[in-house]
């Protein structure tokens, strides 16, 4: 079973996405800032980090820096509020494999999650 880590300060968003990616059969884990996600990004490889750049203590930038550093193979989906161009070129720069901007549609985030996976296999 794929595991993916949700790194957002929306609680009730990431309830929610546990609920709709365990339902169609990946394993999940939420964490709420940024010192969390790095905590646990070093405890767990996970397959796939949901990431949202505006989070407290570090931001999604200082994560994918850390994910780059440590050497982890974790694929990363940069799901953030604050999409605009720029966010999208530096963080698919420091190794992010996609970019969706909130409001999102599930079955579109889903397809997304299925494509980047897949990458690589």
């Known amino acids: 079973m794929e ?3 949700i ?8 309830n929610e996405l546990n609920e709709e990616l365990q339902e169609v059969g990946y394993d999940t884990e939420s964490v709420y800032d940024g010192n969390q996600a ?5 405890e767990k490889t996970f397959d796939l980090i949901l990431l ?3 989070i407290p203590e570090k931001d999604g930038f200082e994560i994918l820096k850390e994910i780059n550093e440590k050497g982890r193979n974790s694929k990363v989906i940069v799901l953030t509020a604050y999409a605009d ?5 530096d963080s698919a720069k420091m190794g992010a494999n996609d970019f ?3 409001p999102y549609d599930f ?8 494509k980047v996976l ?3 296999e």
């Open 38 to 42: 790095v905590l646990k990004i070093a």
């Open 85 to 89: 161009v720029k966010s999208a070129i």
């Open 107 to 114: 079955d579109e985030l889903l397809i997304t999650i299925r």
């Open 100 to 102: 969706i901007s909130k």
């Open 7 to 14: 790194v957002d300060d929306d609680v009730n968003l990431c």
């Open 52 to 54: 949202d750049l505006k």
């Open 3 to 5: 595991t993916i880590l």
């Open 118 to 120: 897949q990458k690589d």
